[in-house]
């Protein structure tokens, strides 16, 4: 009978194969440690890859609907308290259906703005989103005032032109009480007898 090389005379292997055999398995574990690690890793880096995408759009949109809010803001702040003449403030009046209507028209974008913030917010529901709450409630609420300010000068144009309309109306009643006034005057100066009131 030839005996097996790699073992001994009770069937066990050497030492050295032994420990080369334990060596190979703990290798084998460290490879396979070493693949579930990295496959984390680049699952990890995706996703951080796709936070970065998802940060940087988002990032691109605040800054457009910021510069947009100041531009708008700004544009409201310059706009001359209601005029005093029907002219003026039938310009105002076209001048501030233009404007609302473009704040209006940008309400779209907005909406997306949030949806947005509301889809990363749920995406990434175990990261911190408390910048991102934060930055879409300062947008939402400069819109909201942007536009009740709008409303606001819509307002106060209409209540300036009926004002004048009632000036105007007033004015028209005057100056006809006061023909009136000059043609009973004139009438007197002609004939001092009407003025004569008879007593008792």
Do not use: C
Not at 4 to 9: I, L, R
Not at 29 to 49: G, I, P, S, T, Y
Not at 168 to 174: A, I, N, Y
């Amino acid at each position: 009978m030839s005996r097996d090389s790699a073992t001994d005379q009770y069937g066990r292997r050497p030492r050295a194969s032994r420990v080369l055999l334990l060596s190979w398995r703990h290798v084998s574990a460290l490879r396979e440690h070493w693949a579930e690690a990295n496959a984390r890793v680049l699952q990890r880096k995706a996703q951080l890859d796709a936070m970065l995408g998802d940060s940087q759009r988002y990032e691109a949109r605040r800054r457009d609907a910021d510069a947009w809010l100041t531009r708008m803001e700004t544009r409201l702040a310059a706009m001359a308290p209601p005029g005093h003449t029907a002219d003026v403030l039938d310009m105002q009046l076209r001048d501030q259906k233009s404007f609302h209507a473009e704040v209006h028209q940008y309400k779209h974008q907005i909406e997306l703005f949030g949806q947005l913030t509301q889809r990363l917010i749920a995406v990434y529901r175990n990261d911190d989103t408390s910048r991102v709450k934060r930055a879409t409630e300062s947008i939402n609420h400069r819109y909201t005032d942007l536009t009740n300010s709008i409303v606001a000068r819509g307002k106060a144009l209409h209540s300036a032109v009926s004002s004048l309309q009632n000036f105007d109306r007033s004015l028209e009643k005057f100056v006809g009480w006061l023909s009136e006034a000059e043609s009973l005057l004139d009438a007197a100066e002609r004939d001092p007898h009407l003025l004569k009131v008879s007593h008792m």
